[in-house]
C-alpha cells in the first residue's frame, strides 16, 4: 500500500482574488480603458496583476528611482477607483489631483465638492504595490471609508 503525497498546487501570484468592492471598481477602471477589447478575454487579477509587488520584487527595486510612466499609471487609476467609490457610496464626485515630483515624492487628494476627503502623502512611488490582492483590496476598502466618514460629518461642504 502506497501513499501519494498530494501538493498543493502554488497560490496564483498575489494570492486569490477576493469579493472586494474595491477590486471590482479597480478592474472596471481599468477596463474602461481598453477600446480595442485587449483585455476582454483576460481575468480580473490578470490585468491587476501589476498591482501585486511582493516583498522580493520590492527589495529587487532599488531605493532610489524614479518612477516609470506605468507606476504613475497604477497609482492614477488606484486613486481613480477610489474616487468612483465614494461616489457611489455617498452620491457626491470625488475628483483626484496628484503631483509628484520626478523622484517619486508627492501628494494624492480627492475632492468632493469643497472637501478634502483623501490627502495622502506618497514616497517611494516607483515601489508602489500591494503583496496580495486581498491587501489591495483592503487598502482601496479602508481609505474610502474614510472618505466617506468625512462627508458624512461635513456633508454641506461636499455638495457645495
Known amino acids: 500500500m502506497t501513499t501519494e503525497t498530494a501538493t498543493a498546487p502554488a497560490a496564483p501570484r498575489g494570492g486569490e482574488m477576493t469579493d472586494s468592492p474595491f477590486l471590482k471598481q479597480l478592474a472596471q477602471v481599468i477596463r474602461a480603458e481598453d477600446s480595442y477589447g485587449t483585455w476582454d478575454d483576460k481575468s480580473d487579477a490578470q490585468i491587476m496583476s501589476e498591482f501585486i509587488v511582493t516583498k522580493e520584487e520590492r527589495r529587487e527595486i532599488p531605493i532610489i528611482g524614479d518612477p516609470d510612466p506605468d507606476v504613475m499609471w497604477r497609482v492614477s487609476k488606484f486613486y481613480d477607483a477610489i474616487g468612483l467609490l465614494i461616489e457611489k457610496r455617498t452620491g457626491c464626485m470625488a475628483s ?59 456633508p454641506e461642504a461636499a455638495r457645495a
Open 96 to 154: 483626484q489631483m496628484q503631483k509628484m515630483s520626478h523622484e517619486g515624492f508627492g501628494r494624492v487628494v480627492l475632492i468632493a465638492g469643497r472637501l478634502v476627503v483623501v490627502s495622502r502623502h506618497l514616497r517611494d512611488v516607483h515601489r508602489f504595490g500591494f503583496e496580495t490582492y486581498a491587501k489591495l483590496g483592503e487598502a482601496g476598502e479602508k481609505i474610502t471609508d474614510e472618505a466617506a466618514a468625512v462627508i458624512e460629518r461635513f
